[in-house]
């Protein structure tokens, strides 16, 4: 595609995204490219992948940068710009080996060439950037077990860990971990965030904060297709930053987006049945993609209270068994969302589950709520907080747990100070979630080490269990992946019987796409490839 094709291109797309028609002229010219847009409610702050810590920095940093290694759709690691690599025994030395045709993004910064192949200084310099203070990356603490690293020759990459970590791989497919060019970054400083130059499948053609964002086809990417073609398919990724989700629904269907992957309670039952079924009008019209997502909804238990509610296990078992999770998945989410059946570990994340986890028993709750009366001679109140958010979910399960005599008062406070307060154990009992930073059970199980107190680490709980701690150690050193799931299973089965937290349900990956887009899919992390997309 030359300039004036692409500049052109462009223009049509900035129309596009801007008025809500268009010529049948512009409609015409628009449909000989390949395009695919979508909306971001929430807005780009960065493209720097040093700040790469949110989904809505995440998606456009993962199509412009690589890293060594990269994640599939079924989470397996696999080559990225690292052709292979080596583990050595001890499990702390990984040998990284490069491709040899890996170049950044054309550019002014990199002399007459425009361009230039990536070798394995430019990781060296990308790494040691990432701990730079100066930077303030919040992505440094991937590198937190990492002794040192350093480049043995430009194709030869060597990563030394302090103490063997299993997950280490996983670390490392995030986008913190792409590579930069020190031309560009040192030129830019903190303007790098909006001029980013990196390697990957597309490259930043306009950005124009809360307005717009453009991303063109890297036409000399290094990857290709199973049939040998090159990658990727699409010549543009448009992006449109509309805050309100009706706004963002009624793009989808006028067709001036391609795909949206929320279930907003403004047009939920608009598109689902209660069972998550597309209704027959759109069945049709668009395709519905669910999957597991490394998601856990839960209610967490400040173990260090004064309250003796939150000391009594009686309370929080019948809390826990005493409201319907199928029925509320089904009212309150359209049937998008796993019941939490299966302890604190989501679908999806090891295969060697719990068996005996306890079910809907409100029978049971009551007699347990009856035992705690009899043993306290006070029935039982507990203030919950909730983010605006989640006001539903608390609600329901606030009704739910009235029938077996537990009051439950609703304190609703700013997402920001409800994760400041859960941080200094100055709430009993809170709704909070857990996302996957990594595809590894243990990025989970790490909120319950005793190490990881809060406010110096993840453990809003206090939650301490000295079987618990010696089974996440030994799960740090075990390489063997059948073995460590294991491991990990006991450790949840520990969490359901003490009950530091209550599992609400495992939320879901869920795309709506048009009937002409192709490959296009959620992964268990929320990450789009958009490499591999494709349109009609």
């Known amino acids: 595609m030359n300039s004036f094709n692409l500049n052109f291109i462009l223009v049509i797309i900035f129309q596009l995204i801007l008025y809500s028609g268009c010529t049948d002229k512009i409609q015409k010219n628009i449909e000989n490219y390949k395009i695919v847009r979508y909306n971001e409610s929430k807005n780009v702050t960065s493209l720097d992948p040093a700040f790469a810590r949110n989904p809505q920095n995440i998606w456009p940093i993962q199509q412009i940068f690589n890293s060594l290694v990269q994640m599939d759709d079924s989470l397996n690691i696999k080559p990225e710009i690292a052709s292979k690599w080596n583990i050595s025994k001890d499990g702390l030395t990984y040998t990284f080996f490069l491709r040899n045709d890996v170049f950044f993004h054309e550019s002014d910064l990199f002399g007459k060439e425009k361009t230039r192949k990536v070798i394995a200084s430019d990781f060296e310099y990308s790494f040691k950037r990432l701990r730079t203070e100066k930077v303030g990356s919040p992505g440094g603490w991937v590198l937190n077990n990492v002794n040192y690293f350093k480049a043995l020759s430009d194709s030869i990459f060597m990563i030394q860990l302090n103490n063997k970590f299993p997950a280490f791989l996983s670390l490392l497919s995030m986008r913190y971990c792409s590579v930069v060019p020190h031309e560009v970054v040192d030129f830019y400083g903190e303007k790098f965030r909006e001029n980013p130059i990196g390697t990957g499948p597309f490259k930043l053609k306009r950005w124009i904060e809360n307005e717009k964002l453009v991303l063109v086809k890297n036409k000399n990417y290094f990857e290709f297709d199973k049939k040998g073609n090159r990658l990727p398919y699409l010549d543009a990724i448009a992006v449109t930053f509309f805050t309100d989700p009706q706004s963002e629904f009624m793009l989808f269907d006028k067709n001036k987006i391609d795909f949206i992957t929320s279930l907003d309670n403004s047009y939920k039952d608009e598109l689902l049945t209660i069972n998550?079924?597309?209704?027959?009008?759109?069945?049709?019209?668009?395709?519905?993609?669910?999957?597991?997502?490394l998601n856990t909804e839960y209610l967490g238990f400040y173990?260090?209270?004064?309250?003796?509610?939150?000391?009594?296990?009686?309370?929080?078992?019948?809390?826990?068994?005493?409201?319907?999770?199928?029925?509320?998945?089904?009212?309150?989410?359209?049937?998008i969302g796993i019941p939490a059946y299966q302890g604190f570990l989501p679908v999806g994340i090891i295969n060697d589950y719990i068996d005996n986890i306890e079910l809907y028993n409100p029978e049971k709750a009551k007699i347990l709520v009856d035992q705690y009366i009899e043993e306290t001679n006070s029935e039982p109140k507990i203030f919950l907080s909730t983010d605006p958010n989640y006001v539903d979910i608390c609600e329901f399960i606030q009704n739910e747990l009235k029938k077996i005599g537990i009051n439950i008062i609703i304190n609703v406070v700013p997402t920001s100070a409800l994760k400041e307060a859960r941080s200094n154990g100055k709430v009993d009992f809170f709704r909070s979630s857990w996302i996957a930073d990594y595809p590894d059970a243990e990025n989970f199980l790490s909120l319950f080490h005793t190490k990881n107190f809060a406010p110096f680490g993840p453990n809003y709980t206090h939650f301490s269990n000295k079987k618990f701690d010696s089974l996440y150690n030994q799960s740090l050193l075990e390489i063997d992946k059948q073995k460590r799931e294991k491991i990990y299973s006991k450790m949840n089965k520990i969490l359901t019987d003490n009950l530091p937290v209550i599992p609400i349900y495992y939320d879901q990956a869920i795309c709506f796409l048009k009937n002409d887009v192709k490959n296009l899919k959620l992964s268990p992390i929320n990450t789009i490839d958009f490499k591999y997309v494709d349109k009609k």
């Open 303 to 335: 173990l260090n209270s004064d309250s003796d509610e939150i000391s009594s296990k009686k309370i929080r078992e019948a809390i826990n068994i005493g409201f319907n999770r199928n029925q509320m998945i089904s009212y309150l989410k359209n049937g």
């Open 276 to 293: 998550g079924d597309l209704k027959n009008k759109y069945i049709n019209k668009i395709i519905l993609q669910k999957g597991p997502m």
